[in-house]
Each structure stands twice: as structure tokens, then as C-alpha cells.
């Protein structure tokens, strides 16, 4: 069972950053592959970014290619997802998830947390 946490969320103008923090539970958070999505008001879930087990590989969804960097601490049991000159159409809940491949069925979700990026 893993249990996951974000926090880092907030209001921001446009260009500016937040760097989200997903803390996971329990001690077999380094097998994991962890990923971001996000949710807009009256949208569908979206793909954000993955991270491979070891963090050797990353994937990006092609609107935050460039901007955002995921990353992870496994000592920490963290996933980190930098956000680099926001737009207001980043403006979404951005959710952590866990599973045992990328792009693999997520296993668990965290509860998410709210970004919003003003204009």
C-alpha cells in the first residue's frame, strides 16, 4: 500500500514557478514509477510527466515540455515536479500517481493539489 501526498500548490501570475512535492508511504515507494496528471475545470484528466523507478528516465506531456521537470528523491520518498514560466492554461489540480511501470495503470492517487496561474 502506498499512500501519496502533494503539496506546493498556490496562486501565481503568469511566467512565474511552483514546484510541487508528492510524499509517498511506505517502503516500496522506489519501485514505483511516479507520474503527474492534472484536471481543468470541465476537462478530462491529462498526462503531465512521468519518472521512471531510478529517475533515469522522464516523459513530458508536450504543453509543459520545456517548462516543467519532474524528479525524485527515493531516499526521501518524494516526487518533485518544477514548473517553470506558467501560463494560465496550466491552471488545473495536479494529481500524483504510482505505478509499477511507466505508462503502466496507475496503482494509487494522491488527493491532489490546486494550481492557479492568474493572467
Known amino acids: 500500500q502506498v499512500q501519496l501526498v502533494e503539496s506546493g500548490g498556490g496562486l501565481v501570475q503568469a511566467g512565474g514557478s511552483l514546484r510541487l512535492s508528492c510524499a509517498a508511504s511506505?517502503?516500496?515507494?522506489?519501485?514505483?514509477?511516479m507520474g503527474w496528471f492534472r484536471q481543468a475545470p470541465g476537462k478530462e484528466r491529462e498526462f503531465v510527466a512521468a519518472?521512471?523507478?531510478?529517475?533515469?528516465?522522464?516523459y513530458y506531456a508536450d504543453s509543459v515540455k520545456g517548462r516543467f521537470t519532474i524528479s525524485r528523491d527515493n531516499a526521501k520518498n518524494t516526487v518533485y515536479l518544477q514548473m517553470n514560466s506558467l501560463k494560465p492554461e496550466d491552471t488545473a489540480v495536479y494529481y500524483c500517481?504510482?505505478?509499477?511501470?511507466?505508462?503502466?495503470?496507475?496503482?494509487?492517487w494522491g488527493q491532489g493539489t490546486q494550481v492557479t496561474v492568474s493572467s
Open positions: 519518472i521512471s523507478w531510478s529517475g533515469g528516465s522522464t
Open positions: 511506505g517502503r516500496t515507494f522506489s519501485s514505483y514509477a
Open positions: 500517481a504510482a505505478s509499477r511501470e511507466v505508462a503502466g495503470p496507475t496503482a494509487y
